[in-house]
C-alpha cells in the first residue's frame, strides 16, 4: 500500500515555561540568558533536606489556562515524583502530576480545525540543560525548577500540516493569556510528537512512536512527515513499528532512535512526600481572570467591520492588536493604519513593535487633519510614516515639512485667476467643450502652489470661473 | 511473591546500582520478603476507601512569586567532582 492508504495519527504535548519571575518550587529567578548556574539554590539544586515550596502565580497560570480552553479543574490535585537518571536533573526525579491533574479534558480552538481536544494540562518543573561539547557535557541547572505546563493533546491531528496549525494556534493562545511567550528558539515553548500510522478506514491504533527535540514549526512538519514514511516503509516490508523514543536530528531531516532512554521509560511515579495536596477552591478558581483569546479577538475585529485578511494579520501578533486597539476611532481605518504604514515600517526596520517611539492615539490627529483637507492623502501617509520614525506630535510634522494644504479660498482664487489669466486660448477651447482641459488648469495651478493646493478645492474653484 | 535476579539487575540499573552477584543474591531475598508484606497487604478489602497520597490532608501552603537571591555559583559548584568554574561537568552525553 503506498503511503496514502494510510491514515497517520498524531498527539502532541506541548511543555510550555509559565512567565513567573520566581521557580516553581523555590525564589531563584527564571529570567533566560543568565550566565551558568547564577539562579540557584539548595532546593532546584536537589540538595538533601532542602524542601520546595510551591509558587502561587505557577498554579494560578495552570488555572487560567484550563479556564481558557474549557477543562475541568481539579479542586484537589497531587504531586508525583517521575523518577530517571539524567545530569539535567539533580534529584533523580521530576516533581509532576500523574494520576490527579490540575486540568483535564478541554479542547484548543484552531482556525480551520475546529477544536482539537484535550486529555489533561498538568503542573511541573523543568530538568536543567546540558551542554553537550567533544571532550564531556557541561550542566547548567539555572532551568531546573522554572515551571512548565504540560499540554497532553489527544490524537485527533491526522497530517504534519494539521500537526503544526494546533501548535500555532496552542502558542498564540498561550502569549495572549500572558503566561508563555511563545519562544522555540529559547525552549519556552517545547513539543514532542506521538505519532503512529493505521490502514485507511480501519480503527484499530498503530504502535506509538515518540518523536523529541522538535524547536521549530518546521521542524514539527519535517519530522512528523519522515516519522509517517518511515513507518509505512516498516510495515510494507513486512516488519513492526517499535514502540520508542526517536530523536529529530534537524541537520539531517531525519529521526532516529535513542537507545539511551528505552530502559529508563519506566518512571516508577509515586506520589510526593513533600507536597501536599494542592486544593483550587471553585472560588479561587471562579476569580481567576480569562483574557480573550485570539479567534474571539478575530470575531471581534471583523464584526466591527475590519477585513478578514487584515484582522487575520493583526491578531496574529498581539501587539499589533494592543496598537489597534489604542489608535482608536474607526477600527476599519485603524486596521489599514495597522496592516498599511506601521507593517511597511516595521519590514522597514524603522518601527520595533517591542518598542514604539510613537503614542498610537496620535494617529487620530493625522486623521482629523487629513478630514478638514489639510493634509491630501499622500501627504498625511507621510505625515505617518514620520509619525511612526520619530514620534513627533502630527502637527510639527505638518509643519516642518511644510505639507499642509492651501485650502483657503482667498489665496486659491489669486492663482486661478492667474492661471486663467495666462491661458485664453484654453480657456476658449474648455468652454467650447473641451472638458478634459480641466485637469490642465488644476496641473497648472499645483504647480504655482508647489504642489500644496486643495485639488477638490481648485477643482472646484476653476469649473466656477468657466462657467460650469 | 519472589523475585528473580534478572529483576533485581532490572531495578539496580534504573537506580545506578553496581550490584555484586552475591548482593544480587541477597537483595532478590531481601525484596522477596518486602513483596510477600505487600501481598498480605493486598488482602485487605479497601473497596471504599480514597487512596492516601499524603499524610494528613493539610492544604498546600504557597508561596507569592518574589525572587529572591540565590547562592554564590562557587559555592554551587564547590563540591562537585568536576567543574570548570562555570558549570558541572559530567561524561559526554552520547544521543
Given amino acids: 500500500m503506498p503511503v496514502a492508504d494510510f491514515e497517520p495519527v498524531i498527539g502532541l504535548e506541548v511543555h510550555a515555561q509559565l512567565l513567573t519571575r520566581s521557580k516553581i518550587f523555590c525564589g531563584c529567578s527564571t529570567s533566560f540568558g543568565a550566565p551558568p548556574n547564577t539562579q540557584v539554590c539548595p532546593v532546584c539544586l536537589g540538595l538533601p533536606g532542602a524542601l520546595p515550596s510551591l509558587n502561587r502565580a505557577a498554579v494560578e497560570m495552570a ?3 484550563g479556564k481558557a480552553f474549557g477543562c475541568r479543574i481539579a479542586e484537589r490535585s497531587i504531586w508525583a515524583r517521575k523518577n530517571y537518571f539524567y545530569p539535567d536533573l539533580p534529584k533523580g526525579y521530576q516533581i509532576s502530576q500523574y494520576e490527579l491533574p490540575i486540568c483535564s479534558g478541554g479542547a484548543v480552538p484552531v482556525p480551520g480545525l475546529g477544536t482539537i481536544g484535550l486529555t489533561r494540562i498538568h503542573l511541573e518543573e523543568d ?17 531546573s525548577g522554572v515551571p512548565l505546563i504540560e499540554i ?9 500540516e494539521e500537526a503544526s496549525e494546533y501548535l500555532k494556534a496552542l502558542r498564540l493562545s498561550l502569549i495572549y493569556l500572558g503566561i508563555n511567550d511563545g519562544n522555540l528558539e529559547e525552549g519556552s515553548f517545547r513539543c514532542d510528537a506521538n505519532v503512529s500510522v493505521r490502514p ?20 514539527v512538519r519535517q519530522a512528523i512527515e519522515y516519522e509517517i514514511e518511515r513507518q509505512v516503509k516498516e510495515i510494507e516490508s513486512g516488519g513492526k513499528v517499535l514502540q520508542q523514543t526517536r530523536l529529530f536530528d534537524n541537520e539531517k531531516g531525519v529521526t532516529r532512535s535513542m537507545r539511551s532512554k528505552e530502559e529508563a521509560n519506566d518512571y516508577r511515579y509515586f506520589p510526593e512526600p513533600d507536597l501536599p495536596p494542592l486544593l483550587v477552591s471553585p472560588e479561587w478558581a471562579a476569580k481567576v481572570q480569562v483574557p480573550k483569546l485570539p479567534h474571539e479577538v478575530l470575531d471581534e475585529l471583523t464584526r466591527s467591520g475590519v477585513a478578514q485578511a487584515d484582522a487575520r494579520t493583526i491578531v496574529a501578533d498581539p501587539r499589533l492588536v494592543e496598537v489597534h486597539r489604542r489608535v482608536g476611532g474607526d477600527p476599519r481605518r485603524a486596521a ?6 506601521l507593517a511597511r515600517a516595521v519590514n522597514e526596520k524603522e518601527a520595533d513593535l517591542a518598542a514604539l517611539k510613537f503614542e498610537p492615539a496620535q494617529v487620530a490627529e493625522v486623521w482629523k487633519l487629513q478630514d478638514a483637507g489639510t493634509l491630501s492623502s499622500t501627504a498625511a501617509k507621510e505625515v505617518l510614516a514620520e509619525l511612526i520614525r520619530s514620534g513627533k506630535p502630527p502637527a510639527r510634522i505638518v509643519q516642518e515639512k511644510g505639507l499642509a494644504q492651501v485650502s483657503d479660498a482667498g489665496a486659491l482664487e489669486a492663482v486661478v485667476d492667474a492661471v486663467l489669466a495666462r491661458s485664453v486660448s484654453e480657456a476658449e ?12 488648469f488644476v496641473g497648472q495651478a499645483m504647480k504655482e502652489l508647489k504642489g500644496k493646493g486643495n485639488p477638490g478645492a481648485l477643482n472646484e474653484l476653476f469649473k466656477r470661473k468657466l462657467g460650469d | 511473591m519472589a523475585i528473580d535476579r534478572a529483576q533485581v539487575r532490572h531495578v539496580a540499573r534504573l537506580s545506578r546500582l553496581a550490584l555484586s552477584p552475591e548482593e544480587e543474591e541477597r537483595f532478590a531475598a531481601q525484596l522477596g520478603h518486602v513483596l510477600e508484606y505487600i501481598e498480605r497487604l493486598k488482602a485487605i478489602d479497601v473497596s471504599g476507601v480514597e487512596p492516601l497520597s499524603f499524610a494528613g490532608e493539610a492544604s498546600s501552603p504557597m508561596r507569592e512569586d518574589l525572587s529572591r537571591p540565590c547562592l554564590p555559583r562557587e559555592k554551587v559548584l564547590a563540591q562537585a567532582p568536576e567543574q570548570d568554574g562555570q558549570a558541572f561537568l559530567v561524561p559526554r552525553i552520547i544521543e
Avoid at chain 1, 497532553?152 to 504534519?160: H, K, T, W, Y
Avoid at chain 1, 489599514?336 to 504604514?341: A, P, Q, R, S, T
Fill in chain 1, 429 to 440: 477651447k474648455y468652454k467650447a467643450g473641451k472638458k478634459n482641459l480641466l485637469g490642465f
Fill in chain 1, 63 to 65: 488555572i487560567k489556562a
Fill in chain 1, 127 to 143: 530538568a536543567g540543560k546540558n551542554i553537550h561539547a567533544e571532550s564531556g557535557s557541561q550542566v547548567d541547572l539555572n532551568r
Fill in chain 1, 200 to 219: 485507511r478506514g480501519t480503527q484499530k491504533l498503530g504502535t506509538r512512536v515518540e518523536l523529541k527535540n522538535i524547536n521549530s514549526f518546521r521542524f
Fill in chain 1, 336 to 341: 489599514l493604519f495597522v496592516v498599511g504604514e
Fill in chain 1, 152 to 160: 497532553v493533546g489527544e490524537p485527533q491531528l491526522r497530517s504534519a
